[in-house]
């Protein structure tokens, strides 16, 4: 019976990609670029160094090498004014599952691309920080995912084998990380659907997190 699970954070806890692409649309009509949630999209699961070079790719030739850097830094000021002190808005689902794992004394870890700091505020702020035993934010690893060593660190930080743990994810990337360091990757798509790649690597995609709840009641039932 398994009963380690290391969550995600954006998209899995937090509606957060969907508050960001809000900020990111506001700025592309201020600045006139195109194609704005196309390229967003393309960054969803990646780092911040990872979604300057989409974006720069995507934009620069056209407005310049230092778009990138005005799109990040002035969506990150326009992110912290709109969700900031709570108002960051949860995924369905989330405090029952966390409920739900308490309950039945899972190990409840995350292990996200965001840096720490942002992590634990956030968390804290949403009144959810006390669920997870451990956390672990993208700043701290040298290789983001679809990289396992997030994972792999946080499987080493928990003294638990990968193969003993679930991953609660909803990007591409972070189920290819999950698989690749051959733990349980249990996916629940947020903005981008599963498609034949997810559905081979994971071991359930989930409409929600009800539905996580429901599948870890039919494998460990009480």
């Given amino acids: 019976m398994i009963k380690n699970v290391i969550f995600d954070m954006d998209g899995v806890i937090f509606d957060s990609e969907r508050a960001c692409l809000v900020c990111w649309s506001e700025l592309a009509k201020k600045y006139g670029l195109s194609d704005v949630e196309e390229v967003f999209t393309k960054c969803i699961g990646t780092n911040k160094n990872q979604t300057a070079e989409i974006v720069n790719n995507a934009y620069s030739a056209e407005f310049g090498p230092d778009i990138a850097d005005k799109l990040l830094s002035e969506s990150s000021v326009l992110f912290h004014q709109k969700y900031d002190n709570g108002r960051l808005p949860l995924k369905s689902g989330v405090c ?4 739900y794992l308490k309950e ?3 190990r409840i870890a995350l292990a996200s691309s965001t840096k720490k700091k942002t992590v634990e505020r956030e968390l804290a702020e949403a009144g959810l920080i006390g ?3 451990l956390i ?6 040298k290789i983001s995912k679809p990289n396992p060593e997030i994972y792999l660190l946080t499987c080493k930080e928990l003294k638990i084998k990968p193969e003993d743990a679930y991953a609660i994810e909803d990007s591409f990337n972070g189920i290819r990380a999950a698989h690749a360091a051959n733990m349980h990757p249990v996916m629940v798509p947020d903005m981008i659907p599963a498609d034949s790649e997810m559905l ?3 071991e ?10 429901d599948y870890f009641s039919s494998v460990n039932p009480d």
């Fill in 200 to 202: 081979n690597l994971s």
């Fill in 204 to 213: 359930v995609v989930c409409n929600d997190l009800f539905e996580v709840i």
């Fill in 131 to 133: 669920y997870f035993e």
């Fill in 96 to 99: 029952e599952i966390l409920d």
């Fill in 136 to 141: 672990v934010g993208g700043d701290i690893v």
């Fill in 104 to 106: 039945r004394g899972y």
